[in-house]
């Protein structure tokens, strides 16, 4: 081969090396490599390009497989994060309704079971949900009954991080309100004892007269003096007229001893 001949020879050689393969830098200089079988490739870059490095949970540490090739860089290693669900409370709590509140470290939707069993049945248990993915979950409870324990578990699913549930806690509605709740004894109907709080005890039923005394025709002073008292004796006394008793339903509370409210 004479000496022109060789190095045309050698020029094609080095053209060939140049294009082969192992020299094309694939997405602009970005090195994809996937040797070891990896289910994702491990993209390294130059300083020029994001270094991103996914791994699945688990998977053997390597954090630079091209050890001793000085071109690439160690690249970050972003674990899969696991759904974790924190700080469940029970706020706002009335005589029919409770507010469930809990967080998670990634958004993810909401569930509460709940129920008057314990333990909560999941499969048994009323729930209230929402698929609108948030890491700030409220979930209101309606239409519960006073007075009662409600034992709550609840859940929450994010499609790329898995499943949480809560261990069950519990909470007692409110009691209905007693306040304005009255039996109707003498020893009550005996504070009722002036014009402006007069209730009597005709037969055997109480009434409220206080807005009808400024009206009476047998004078104010005929009625208050009986207010507070059992004044059947003395309404009968008079001979009322059966208008007169007929007006007696207005203003009627309820059957001595009853408990009323007011
Ligand atoms: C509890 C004690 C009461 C006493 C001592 C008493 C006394 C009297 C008296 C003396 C008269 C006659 C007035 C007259 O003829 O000039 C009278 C008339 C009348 N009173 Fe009473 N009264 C009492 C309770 C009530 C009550 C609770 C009502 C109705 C809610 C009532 C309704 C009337 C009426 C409508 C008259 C007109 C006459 C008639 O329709 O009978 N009174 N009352």
Redesign the pocket.
């Known amino acids: 081969m004479t000496t022109f001949t060789k190095k045309i020879s050698s020029l094609v050689l080095f053209a060939a090396l140049l294009l082969s393969p192992a020299f094309v830098l694939a997405d602009g200089g970005e090195h994809l490599n996937n040797k070891n079988g990896d289910r994702h490739p491990k993209i390294h870059g130059k300083s020029a390009f994001a270094h991103t490095h996914v791994r699945e949970r688990g998977e053997k540490g390597d954090q630079d497989d091209d050890e001793g090739r000085g071109e690439h860089r160690t690249s970050t290693t972003t674990p899969a994060t696991t759904l974790a669900l924190r700080g469940l409370a029970i706020t706002n709590v009335s005589t029919s309704s409770a507010l469930v509140s809990w967080t998670t470290n990634v958004t993810s939707s909401s569930k509460v079971y709940f129920g008057t069993t314990s333990p909560l049945s999941l499969l048994a248990a009323s729930s209230v949900t929402s698929a609108t993915p948030v890491k700030s979950h409220s979930i209101g409870l309606t239409g519960l009954t006073a007075s009662t324990t409600y034992y709550v578990v609840v859940a929450s699913v994010s499609a790329a991080n898995g499943s949480a549930t809560s261990s069950q806690t519990s909470f007692t509605t409110a009691p209905l309100s007693t306040t304005n709740q009255v039996t109707l004894t003498s020893a009550v109907i005996a504070t009722h004892n002036t014009q402006n709080s007069c209730w009597?005890t005709i037969g055997s039923n109480v009434?409220n007269?206080t807005a009808?005394v400024p009206y009476?025709?047998?004078g104010v002073q005929?009625?208050v003096s009986?207010c507070g008292t059992d004044?059947t004796a003395?309404?009968g006394g008079?001979g009322?007229?059966s208008?007169?008793t007929a007006?007696?339903a207005n203003?009627l509370l309820g059957a001595l001893g009853q408990t009323v409210t007011i």
Request: glycine share 4%; no cysteine; net charge neutral.
């Open positions: 009597l009434y007269i009808y009476h025709p047998g005929a009625i009986l004044a003395a309404f008079i009322h007229s208008s007169a007006l007696l203003y």
